[in-house]
């Protein structure tokens, strides 16, 4: 194939409105402003369920940007393929309609300015259901067939001065996307019958002699074949991972390259999955040598059984739900994201594709503590997150809450360890921040305000934690006079086989703490707090405090991420004084909803539970004596 020239040797005759049809389905030259239709209808779907904040409904220039979007989709559609859908695309019209003018009245305008994961009323739901009914009809055969036939009729014109096959061909490639297709694949097909007569199941290089409306027949029957669902499994070789021997989560399977890579040869140990690992291995892939002196493929392999399904797209769906996991493990922990290096899909136990990615962007392979840490952070956190992803998806909402979360980590990563967090990374974060609460308010059906309200009621138990935990460090900085004593604290607080929780040790050795303390001047708010976890008085005076502190930083927090949002004057110090409020309320708000996800139980009862935890502090239960009790809980 030589650009647009499918062939350079047309047989004598040949229509020139075939070889016209033939290189409009090659997408890679030249694009099109114009969206295809599911293109818009998805993007407004999409609007409808995850657009937040006063200016995303509200505001008209958004409202009429989706529509111009809309009814150019629509005039860009072939003749046949516009009759064909006349009602379905009408139908929706219409509700999108009576959504944009339902800011004309008082009442309208309370209706834009739901929240996502609230909006029930009919404006909205009329919206949602007549867009799917259209998105569903898109896809099916008889459409498809439209679509072709317009493509088609396009090619047989002579001249096609405004590229009039281009969105056409778009939507086709679309269409056979959300059939569970790869259109790539689908449509090289299609070219290779219209060029050279040949099918998926003759040889590569036949050209078999048909007449062109033949031709033209079986490539619109290649067209319409559905997908094929068959066992789908895909092997992923990561740069960077350490895990011990192996780790189950769910329809996802962690493992050792050094151990199951070496294995996998034949007349050595045997292991789950091993004939698959064998073939992957066979073809000089995922290798891990047995010489120091060669780099491996993959340190870390991970094994996604997708089950019965279409191989188009397996690799991305694959790596979607190890990017989650490993997305949620590596936030919790802070520890290192290993890098996709070598990605292999198997159908029916038979390697089908493969790819390789550029690695060595990231300086990980040294960083031997935060490897450790994923490595443990996987154990401990993966297999529950695994097991209910191998039941449900990952809901809409807290996807997006997650990704949000994620970039909103990146400036404060191991990665970056060696790079500060610029002024700018501090206020990228906090809008993103905000998005996670708003993403886990919908996905609890609850208004923002409320949820931030509900976050906030703990802010004062988690602030109080927090300073605890900075006043022991601060004790234990330095050596000086006493160094063996600070040695000592030391291994006993980090010490892997204590089982005692870690407000007990401060209390248990709350004299040698403030008897090790250097720092004068923060001797008097170290003593206050370290004698705050045995002392319910001490402790509620404090929350007294933070509670003040929490108010106003609130106010503040939000007045912060309007300016940003808008590009309001704010300046550097009071952004910096909101930043862990922030952080504070996003991971907060992250962490009950993929509880809630992984435990079933509603969000609102998990935060309860909580809060009834720091109510029984203030009811005058220490809190050396509530941690005593909970770790004697078997």
């Keep these: 194939m030589i650009d647009y020239n499918v062939r350079d040797d047309w047989p004598p005759g040949e229509p020139r409105w075939m070889k016209s049809l033939v290189s409009s389905l090659y997408r890679r030259h030249g694009a099109t402003t ?60 219409s509700a999108f309609f009576s959504l944009d003018l339902s800011k004309k009245d008082a009442a309208g305008s309370i209706i834009l300015a739901q929240a996502p994961g609230m909006r029930t009323d009919a404006a909205w739901t009329d919206v949602e259901a007549s867009g799917r009914a259209l998105l569903a009809a898109l896809i099916a055969d008889d459409t498809v067939a439209q679509c072709w036939g317009d493509l088609v009729e396009v090619a047989r014109k002579t001249t096609l001065v405004h590229r009039e096959y281009r969105p056409i061909a778009d939507l086709l490639y679309d269409q056979l996307r959300l059939r569970r297709l790869d259109p790539e694949s689908v449509l090289s097909s299609v070219k290779e019958m219209l060029a050279y007569g040949r099918g998926p199941s003759d040889e590569p290089w036949a050209k078999i002699s048909l007449p062109a409306e033949e031709r033209l027949t079986r490539a619109g029957a290649i067209v319409l074949e559905p997908a094929e669902d068959e066992p789908v499994v895909v092997w992923l070789g990561y740069l960077g991972g350490r895990i011990d021997f192996s780790v189950q989560a769910g329809n996802v399977t962690f493992m050792q390259a050094a151990w199951f890579v070496p294995n996998a040869q034949p007349g050595r140990q045997d292991f789950k999955h091993k004939a698959e690992l064998s073939k992957i291995v066979e073809m000089g892939l995922l290798r891990f040598p047995e010489s120091i002196e060669e780099q491996p493929d993959a340190d870390l392999l991970v094994r996604v059984d997708l089950g019965r399904t279409s191989l188009a797209g397996a690799a991305l769906r694959a790596e979607n739900i190890v990017s989650a996991l490993l997305n949620a493990v590596i936030h919790w922990s802070n520890g290192v994201r290993p890098e996709l290096a070598q990605t292999v899909v198997l159908r029916g136990g038979e390697v089908a594709g493969m790819s390789m990615q550029a690695t060595g962007s990231a300086p990980i392979a040294d960083d031997y503590y935060g490897l450790n840490i994923t490595a443990e952070a996987i154990r401990s956190f993966a297999p529950d997150l695994g097991n209910a992803l191998s039941t449900v998806p990952l809901p809409m909402y807290l996807s997006a809450a997650l990704e949000a979360q994620t970039a909103a980590d990146l400036p404060y990563s191991r990665e970056r360890l060696l790079q500060p967090a610029r002024d700018a990374d501090v206020r990228a974060a906090i809008p993103l921040e905000d998005r996670v609460v708003q993403h886990i308010a919908a996905h609890a059906a609850l208004p923002p305000a409320d949820l931030f309200a509900l976050l906030l009621r703990r802010w004062p138990a988690s602030r109080w934690e927090s300073d605890v935990d900075r006043a022991v460090r601060w004790c234990l900085l330095g050596s000086g006079p006493q160094a063996d004593k600070v040695r000592e604290l030391q291994r006993k607080l980090y010490s892997t086989s204590s089982k005692a929780p870690w407000l007990v040790f401060v209390a248990d050795n709350e004299a040698d703490l403030l008897n090790v303390c250097r720092i004068e001047s923060e001797r008097a708010w170290i003593t206050r707090l370290i004698r705050s976890v045995s002392d319910p008085t001490s402790y509620a005076q404090l929350i007294h405090d933070y509670e003040l502190e929490r108010d106003v930083l609130a106010d503040r927090r939000t007045r912060v991420r309007n300016a940003l949002v808008h590009g309001n004057p704010v300046g550097t110090h009071v952004v910096d004084s909101v930043s862990s409020m922030a952080s504070y309320l996003s991971r907060y708000a992250l962490r009950v909803g993929l509880d809630s996800f992984v435990t079933g139980q509603d969000l609102p009862i998990i935060l309860d539970r909580e809060l009834q935890e720091s109510a029984s502090l203030l009811a005058g239960t220490s809190a050396a004596d509530l941690w005593r009790a909970k770790a004697a809980t078997p």
């Design 34 to 93: 114009v969206l295809p239709l599911t293109t818009s209808v998805t993007a407004i779907l999409d609007w409808v369920s995850l657009a937040s904040g006063e200016d995303a409904w509200r505001k008209a220039a958004n409202r009429k940007s989706l529509r111009s979007d809309l009814d150019q989709s629509v005039v860009a559609l072939g003749p046949n393929i516009r009759a064909h859908l006349a009602r379905p695309i009408a139908l929706f019209q």
